[in-house]
């Protein structure tokens, strides 16, 4: 099976930039993705990596290494519309449905 | 836009009661989700059907059953809700051939009591 980690909360300020780890044991998997969800509203897709290296999308950007077992998201010139809980995923190695597998997230708090 | 809508935004039952959750997607989208969402667990998936009539389980069917008749909906039936089933429900919809994106409903609280 797959085990996600990420941590609980990240707090920042305004302006900042802010580092969201995400490291998995996992047999393998198609690719990794980020999720961002403000308190209330649904989940939205942010990224995905399906290949090791860093993809950037706008103030955005993730970043994988299977070797590593590690990947993250890295948020950009924080602005506080960015409080909200983050959520790494992954596709399973025998799923060809799009099942995703999910960590429990992380709480990024932006203050003044 | 994708839309996904959920039939109802918050939800309370009383123990022993049959329970519909219903999700319907616009984009005719062939694969369908349904997760739980609880504080420090992140999403779980609990079934998904990837075609009308199919329906394959997720990580924590018990206690719970699926119906697709229609492409586009996608229901969760509690058979009997139990306290332990008190959580916010998210639907979503992907659409086929390893398209990593999947579009999420706004969610239902439900609350068992």
């Known amino acids: 099976g797959q085990s996600l980690e990420q941590p609980s909360e990240v707090t920042a300020v305004e302006g900042a930039i802010v580092q969201i780890n995400c490291t998995y044991q996992?047999?393998?998997?198609?690719?990794l993705s980020w999720y961002q969800q403000h308190d209330g509203g649904a989940p939205t897709f942010l990224s995905y990596n399906a290949l090791d290296g860093l993809e950037e999308t706008g103030r955005f950007s993730s970043f994988l290494s299977r070797s590593d077992s590690y990947g993250y998201l890295l948020l950009q010139e924080l602005q506080m519309k960015d409080s909200a809980s983050y959520f790494c995923a992954v596709s399973p190695p025998t799923d060809s449905w799009g099942k995703l597998q999910f960590g429990a997230g992380t709480q990024v708090v932006v203050t003044p | 836009d994708v839309k996904v809508t959920q039939s109802s935004r918050y939800l309370v039952k009383r123990t022993g009661e049959k329970v519909f959750l219903e999700c319907v997607q616009d984009?005719?989208?062939?694969?369908m989700f349904w997760y739980r969402q609880d504080p420090g667990l992140g999403l779980r998936l609990i079934y998904f059907s990837y075609d009308v009539k199919m329906k394959e389980k997720g990580d924590i069917p018990e206690g719970y059953s699926v119906s697709r008749e229609k492409k586009e909906r996608f229901s969760l039936i509690l058979e009997s809700a139990s306290t332990n089933q008190t959580s916010m429900y998210l639907c979503?919809?992907?659409?086929?051939?390893?398209?990593?994106?999947?579009?999420f409903g706004p969610g239902t609280r439900l609350t068992v009591t």
């Open positions: 979503a919809s992907r659409k086929g051939d390893r398209d990593y994106e999947q579009y």
């Open positions: 996992t047999s393998g998997f198609y690719g």
């Open positions: 984009m005719d989208h062939e694969n």
